[in-house]
């Protein structure tokens, strides 16, 4: 089978369900806004976020995932300065001067949304406010290299682009996705690539672009709790993400 038959092309009926699951992870991140400072819990963020996304109709997307010996524990990923991705959103308190990625995932009427933001706690240093900003910078150039006929290369090289002239190094081993009635579908999205190759994109196509940048060098260790991913240099790392669909204009953004 083809790379390209295995990627799903979503109908439009689908897309708009698809679009109001992304919506819910929007507004939740926007309900969640405020309670990002010193002093909140990551257990207190999680709470809210699922009190809201089950308040509106849905289920929590990452509450149980995984293996049944060792399903994902939260609501969120709360994934704290150097924790790349997958943090356990447990009792640890937020600092002033913390970075802090929440990936917030739903499942509303058959569908996931889901979508990643980098919090500043507070006043933080120049050094990783530079670090946040360059992620978001990175994820929207990704983005717009999407559009029918692009290459799947094309939004990997140009978070490279972005990110490594200025120092910071792009993390491999944990991509973007398809995504639709499954919370991972094909493709695979790399956030490493060379322009001009890979699958060619068609309108409908749904996934996932969620760049991991990192102050320090690329290398990642896995926690023996099976899911938290670190920096092995333990410098800080960041993430945006959002959930698009192909278009011959560009990326549609499903969660804004």
Not at 51 to 67: M, Q, S, T, V
Not at 72 to 91: L, M
Not at 129 to 142: I, K, N, P, S, W
Request: with cysteine; hydrophobic share 40%; glycine share 12%.
């Amino acid at each position: 089978m083809s790379a390209l038959r295995k990627v799903s092309i979503k109908k439009p009926a689908e897309i708009e369900i698809m679009r109001r699951a992304g919506g819910l992870v929007a507004e939740t991140f926007r309900v969640l806004d405020p309670f990002v400072k010193p002093g909140v819990t990551l257990a207190e963020l999680d709470r809210i976020a699922e009190e809201h996304i089950r308040a509106a109709g849905a289920l929590p997307a990452y509450l149980g995932y995984g293996p049944k010996s060792n399903p994902f524990p939260g609501t969120i990923c709360a994934s704290v300065n150097e924790v790349i991705c997958h943090g356990i959103p447990d009792g640890r308190v937020l600092q002033e001067g913390d970075i802090i990625g929440v990936d917030i995932g739903v499942l509303l009427d058959g569908f996931y949304g889901d979508a990643c933001h980098t919090y500043a706690v507070g006043q933080v240093s120049p050094e990783v406010q530079g670090l946040v900003d360059t992620t978001r910078e990175a994820l929207d150039a990704g983005v717009a290299t999407v559009r029918a006929g692009s290459r799947l290369g094309d939004i990997g090289a140009a978070i490279q682009e972005v990110a490594e002239p200025r120092g910071y190094s792009v993390v491999e081993e944990y991509t973007g996705h398809g995504i639709g009635r499954q919370l991972h579908e094909d493709p695979t999205v790399f956030h490493r690539g060379v322009r001009y190759t890979g699958l060619k994109l068609e309108e409908g196509m749904v996934f996932t672009i969620e760049p991991m940048i990192n102050l320090g060098a690329a290398p990642t260790e896995l926690l023996a709790d099976g899911w938290t991913v670190v920096t092995r240099d333990r410098s800080p790392s960041a993430q945006f993400e959002h959930t698009l669909v192909v278009t011959k204009k560009g990326a549609d953004l499903l969660t804004v």
